[in-house]
């Protein structure tokens, strides 16, 4: 049975810190972490995705879904989905990024270990990502626009990046309550 585990916040050093490669997919402890990643993901609410090391894991896994929609109506002003294929929750195991080109966007992020804020991130807007999934299976996939950066916003959580570090500009990063009303 998953179990919920607690969601880590910044200033935890295991945030900061970077994740192993999972070295058997198949192993038990590593099929549970997947397991109660999901459901504790899902019991948050209103997320796209969470890293292991967010949950205080420090293996390279990533728990995801792709909405056709906004999660909440106060994103749709700053999560410009645009047309994209849905995917529903699955994990992508030792992922690792490739950028398609050299074009870059910002836009507004959130983040579980950072919770209430929010700000401006540069990422690219064309990547492609490989990955193996639960059952042990090579993928490569490209993704495009709010894919990409929701993929790039994980990985950096692997890699014990924060969204706050990401951050250029500090007058474009803020409590949610305060920022969402003026974007």
């Known amino acids: 049975m998953a179990k919920l585990l607690e969601p880590l916040i910044m200033g935890n050093p295991l945030l900061l810190q970077r994740s192993e490669e999972v070295r058997d997919v198949f192993d038990p402890e590593i099929q549970e972490n997947i397991a109660d990643m999901l459901a504790t993901i899902q019991n948050i609410g209103e997320r796209v995705g969470l890293a292991a090391p967010q949950v205080g894991i420090l ?5 995801f879904r792709l909405p056709s929609k906004p999660v909440h109506d106060r994103y749709k002003s700053i999560a410009d989905l645009g047309p994209q294929e849905e ?10 990024i490739t950028p398609l080109s050299n074009k870059l966007e910002t836009k507004w992020e959130v983040c579980v270990s950072v919770p209430g804020m929010m700000g401006e991130v540069e990422r690219f807007v064309d990547i ?3 990955y193996l ?15 990409a950066r929701l993929i ?8 014990g990046i924060l969204l706050p570090m990401r951050v250029k500009n500090m007058m474009k990063f803020g409590f949610e309550s305060e920022l969402v009303n003026r974007i």
């Open 133 to 147: 999934d639960e059952k042990g299976n090579f993928h490569k996939r490209e993704a495009h626009g709010f894919h």
């Open 152 to 159: 790039q916003h994980e990985v950096d959580h692997l890699d």
């Open 59 to 63: 293996k390279r896994i990533v728990v």
């Open 128 to 130: 492609q990502y490989s």
């Open 87 to 96: 995917l529903p929750w699955h994990a992508i195991i030792n992922p690792q």
